[in-house]
Every structure is written in C-alpha cells, then in structure tokens.
C-alpha cells in the first residue's frame, strides 16, 4: 500500500493564496489519476481538480479559474495552487491517487488531509 501524504494547508486571509502538495511513497506502483478533494464544515467531500499522467486537467465549477493542478510524475506528487481564497474555501483538503501495483489490479488510496482556514 501506498502512504499519501498531503502539506501546505494553513490560515490565509481572504483574497490570498496557499499551494497544497501531496507526496506518494510506499509500495512500488504506477501512479494514474490524482486529485485534491476537500470537505467543506457540513458538507460531504467534493472534488476540487483532478489531473491524469498527461497532465490533462479538470475542476469543479467552484474553482472558477482561481486554482490550478499540477504534478511530478517522476516524483509522485500532486500540487494544488490556490489563489484569490474565499471564506467559503475553508475546509479540509485532502489528496487521491489511483494506483496500479506492479502486480496488478487498481485500488484507490486518500490522505490524512490538510486544513485550510480562510479569515474574512
């Protein structure tokens, strides 16, 4: 199994910025589809972006040009820039990977989360 491991939460006032990352270690594995998530205080968990191998990149509604996905295939690790922050962006972020063990087979692994709080 692999670990996800997710950083750069934090308190940011509105309008300013934070980059989440999120690093994949473990079991040797193929790394496809990774994605941020997040849960918002009485809300069940939403996606965020999504982003594929080729870089191919998709973003909820919500996101309205403000964030952007990234990753390192080479290191395993998946970005999330977010700009232009909003209060109603406060929530736990959590990162997900589609994974492909050497021996085969798919499973999907989350992290623990990082909390983002955005002041007014």
């Known amino acids: 199994q692999v670990q996800l491991v997710e950083a750069g939460g934090g308190l940011v006032q509105a309008g300013g910025s934070l980059r989440l990352s999120c690093s994949v270690s473990?079991?040797?594995?193929?790394?496809?589809?990774m994605a941020w998530y997040r849960r918002l205080a009485g809300h069940q968990r939403d996606l965020v972006a999504s982003i594929d191998r080729g870089g191919n990149a998709n973003y909820a509604n919500f996101v309205q040009d403000r964030f952007t996905i990234a990753r390192d295939n080479a290191k395993n690790m998946v970005f999330l820039q977010m700009n232009s922050l909003k209060p109603e962006d406060t929530g736990v972020y959590y990162c997900n990977a589609d994974v492909v063990p050497l021996g085969g087979g798919l499973y999907n692994s989350w992290g623990q989360g990082t909390q983002v709080f955005v002041s007014s």
């Open positions: 473990g079991s040797r594995a193929r790394i496809n589809t």
